[in-house]
């Protein structure tokens, strides 16, 4: 059973090392910066009886995420780790600018090293939760939540899918492109058709579509329409061989691109951009699809949509069922600092910095 399982259940608080599976070098301070390094050093030789209580934050309203990766790591890396005395908020805590998430204490020399690793854990997963929040955030603004999948496959390292898959699930996600991006909170990875496919069956939608439909007949059958790019034309060609077996249509269409639609309906153009998937596009797709009786068939949109585009179309009512977002999602724009703010319970701390006490904050057993 999942890690993740048994804590939804309330078996154990926190996720750990057997869900994180860290690289072993973290502990000898290979992903640490040499300053840091040499500072426990220093300590140990010349300051070892010191106690030191070191808090971390960052500047904006976010959805926190990144606490038990990082408790996981203390626990794991750390020296004598149960001697240290930590106290944390949870993973999808709302919190504010300033607000103190983790408190450490304890000798520096015992943990002091993992410090930068800390903020960056943090920084990477609080931002990637907030980003899906707020893009999640946007499409309810109609008052229906409509679902968002992370695609963010193609946008960074493969190794970070894991941890950024968490992440976005914490946020709000309904759905993830990889397996691995499923992989700490437990589900599969969710995908239908790329342009690909449509290639390989020399564009011809209707036979891709078919392809897939006999090799996955247990799959929600959602085709891509966009290859040949007439978005309502090949919907409907597919709405017509699949009837109701047919349960949504994705629309991807490059930005760079002008749909064939707009050639043959000139006298719609002049006051808005064509260009991509737009929502004029979208208002006709789901005309045409209602007007054949494919009420039932939902749209998918995907290509570059960020919060402010989501948030337009949601004003407009534009009729998008489930909105696919990849690398705006991953964007990392919030950082955590870690400061040390008391020596043996009294203020000591660099200028400008005091220690933060947080009532929300709760102890790690």
């Known amino acids: 059973m999942k890690e993740i399982e048994l804590k939804l259940q309330g078996k154990i608080s926190r996720l750990t090392n057997k869900t994180f599976k860290f690289d072993e070098r973290a502990g000898e301070g290979w992903f640490s910066a040499v300053y840091f390094l040499k500072t426990c050093e220093i300590v140990e030789a010349f300051k070892p009886d010191n106690v030191v209580t070191m808090q971390f934050f960052q500047k904006n309203d976010a959805v926190l995420c990144g606490t038990d990766e990082a408790i996981a790591l203390i626990k794991t890396f750390g020296k004598n780790p149960e001697e240290l005395e930590i106290y944390s908020l949870k ?71 894991a941890g950024d898959g968490y992440a976005a699930y914490i946020g709000g996600a309904s759905a993830q492109a990889t397996h691995a991006m499923n992989e700490w909170w437990g589900k599969s990875g969710m995908g239908t058709m790329p342009h690909a496919l449509i290639q390989i069956f020399n564009g011809d939608i209707v036979e891709a579509t078919k392809a897939y439909h006999k090799k996955f007949p247990e799959d929600d059958l959602i085709a891509l329409v966009d290859y040949n790019n007439d978005v309502i034309t090949d919907a409907l060609k597919v709405a017509r061989e699949f009837g109701s077996t047919l349960k949504g249509v994705r629309v991807d269409t490059s930005r760079t691109m002008v749909d064939q639609y707009f050639f043959r309906n000139q006298d719609v153009l002049g006051d808005f951009d064509p260009r991509g998937v737009n929502p004029e596009l979208i208002f006709a797709l789901r005309r045409a699809l209602d007007e054949e009786g494919f009420r039932h068939v939902k749209i998918v949109v995907s290509g570059g949509f960020t919060k402010e585009r989501i948030t337009r179309f949601e004003e407009l009512k534009v009729p998008v069922d489930i909105y696919g977002v990849g690398s705006n999602l991953l964007k990392i724009n919030i950082g955590f600092t870690g400061d040390n703010v008391l020596m043996h319970d009294g203020h000591q701390a660099k200028a400008g910095r005091i220690y933060r006490p947080n009532p929300r904050l709760e102890l790690v057993e």
Not at 117 to 128: E, K, Q
Not at 139 to 159: E, N, T, Y
């Open 91 to 161: 993973d999808g805590d709302k919190i504010s600018p300033f607000e103190t998430v983790l408190t450490i204490k304890g000798p520096y020399q015992n943990f002091g090293f993992l410090e930068g690793v800390i903020d960056g854990i943090l920084a990477r997963r609080t931002s990637v939760a907030t980003n899906v929040y707020n893009v999640a955030k946007a499409a309810s603004l109609s008052g229906i939540q409509k679902p968002v999948i992370f695609m963010g496959d193609r946008d960074d390292h493969f190794a970070q899918q």
